[in-house]
């Protein structure tokens, strides 16, 4: 015996073998296919050497020999993976689009699939990918007409700047139509809240202009001695020219002192000056002092949809008169903590009015203000004053944009300053929105 793994056989050359395949038997298989390396033997069958051997033809398929052995096949679980292996990183092979198609799925094309062709001899067989079922093709054709909720709408794939012109456009009205609803009779709104820097000034100019730019007849007047709101009308109101001063005081008629805002039509402004600080003295020895605004208002001989009426911060008599000539309050809120601490008193000051000078007093609107979506604070008042107020409360918020901040310097709101950035659009909303509560629900005031 030799050391080379085989036994010596004598037998394996002679001539009067009958079997014609002399291989060897290894000891480590015992099979006659296999030898020491592990590897299977495969003979090709004996030629004849004046044979002509053609090559074979395109797409053919290659003889197999008789003597070729396939591999044993090792059994599967229902994944395809066999039954011991070991998971691995599992997730690894989950793709994270389950709508996208699979890499091993047959191209939609329109060629004929190709030939499958027999392995070579000698060679390690190769497993081909599967082709798809009809109902993984149909999977596919339903995940390409799977729309996802990132991809844009039509509206949205629109460049930025044509969606804000369209915007502005929207805003602006340059047609002069009528698209928001009129009231059946004029509608008093009282802008107060007595934390100053939660936006009752801004809001009356927007509001005014929004609604005006859309047919309403509107009239703001400007309570607040700071004269802020006739400065965001780009309206004078510098010293001696007249004011509310003179129709608290002097009893002078609100026609002689309302003027018209210049770029807005359909827009009227009752400036405010200094002298409006020494009123809240000069009331107390008045008789019926807390009617006075009213009176005026009462007294006007035409006709406006909307009275804006811009409170100071304060719960003085300035802020006593507002209340009592309107019929509704609209409270802007900041979203922020300190908002919220002083609206308790406030709503005990109108219930108080509403007792003893005012019955119609109520308070119908509230506004969301300098909302910042960034913090969670923003998020906790909003729901704080939505469950409190309920319906009251507009869908439209108004966002912290620095356009709002910037409109007042150029003597402008902001509907007009930029009318397409995100708080001229917010203002819009609320407008609307406050015209279409209106329409529905008519104030009972007489015109």
């Not at 298989?29 to 395109?58: C, K, L, N, Y």
């Not at 070991?86 to 799925?105: C, Q």
Request: hydrophobic content about 35%; overall charge negative.
């Amino acid at each position: 015996m030799h050391d080379d793994g085989r036994y010596d056989d004598p037998r394996v050359n002679r001539p009067e073998r009958a079997d014609p395949d002399p291989d060897p038997v290894s000891r480590e298989t015992g099979h006659r296919m296999w030898s020491t390396g592990g590897q299977p033997t495969i003979r090709p069958p004996e030629r004849d050497p004046g044979e002509r051997r053609e090559p074979p033809a395109v797409g053919a398929a290659r003889p197999v020999p008789e003597s070729y052995v396939p591999p044993p096949v090792v059994p599967s679980g229902p994944d395809g993976r066999p039954p011991n292996a070991p998971d691995g990183r599992a997730t690894a092979s989950v793709r994270r689009n389950a709508g996208a198609p699979s890499r091993f799925e047959a191209p939609v094309t329109g060629y004929p699939p190709p030939v499958p062709t027999q392995p070579h001899p000698g060679s390690v067989p190769v497993v081909d990918a599967v082709a798809p079922e009809a109902g993984a093709v149909a999977a596919t054709a339903a995940d390409a007409a799977y729309v996802s909720r990132e991809t844009p709408t039509r509206e949205e794939d629109d460049p930025p700047l044509a969606m804000e012109a369209m915007r502005a456009v929207q805003i602006l009205n340059p047609s002069g139509e009528v698209t928001m609803p009129r009231p059946e009779r004029t509608r008093v709104m009282c802008v107060a809240n007595q934390k100053g820097g939660v936006g009752k000034t801004t809001t009356t100019v927007n509001l005014a202009v929004a609604l005006a730019l859309h047919g309403n007849r509107v009239l703001v007047v400007d309570l607040d001695p700071q004269g802020n709101a006739s400065t965001g009308l780009n309206v004078p109101h510098h010293t001696g020219v007249p004011d509310v001063y003179d129709c608290l005081i002097d009893s002078v008629p609100l026609a002689e002192v309302a003027q018209e805002v210049e770029g807005i039509p359909n827009l009227w402004c009752v400036p405010a000056t200094i002298d409006l600080a020494g009123a809240e003295i000069e009331l107390v020895s008045v008789v019926a002092r807390e009617s006075r605004l009213n009176r005026a208002i009462e007294a006007y001989p035409g006709h406006f949809d909307y009275v804006f009426i811009d409170c100071p911060p304060s719960l003085g008599l300035l802020t006593v008169n507002a209340l009592v000539a309107a019929q509704e309050v609209l409270i802007p809120i900041q979203c922020e903590y300190y908002a919220l601490e002083g609206l308790n008193q406030l709503i005990n000051n109108i219930n108080l009015v509403r007792q003893h000078l005012n019955p119609k007093l109520e308070v119908s609107t509230i506004l969301l203000t300098m909302y910042d979506r960034r913090t969670r604070l923003a998020d906790a008042v909003e729901q704080d004053v939505r469950n409190h107020f309920g319906d009251k409360v507009l869908q439209a918020v108004i966002p912290r944009n620095v356009r709002v901040s910037e409109a007042p310097s150029y003597g402008q709101s902001v509907m007009t300053y930029d009318p397409g950035s995100r708080g001229a659009t917010s203002y819009f909303e609320a407008a609307q929105e406050i015209a279409e509560r209106g329409a529905k629900e008519p104030v009972s005031r007489n015109a």
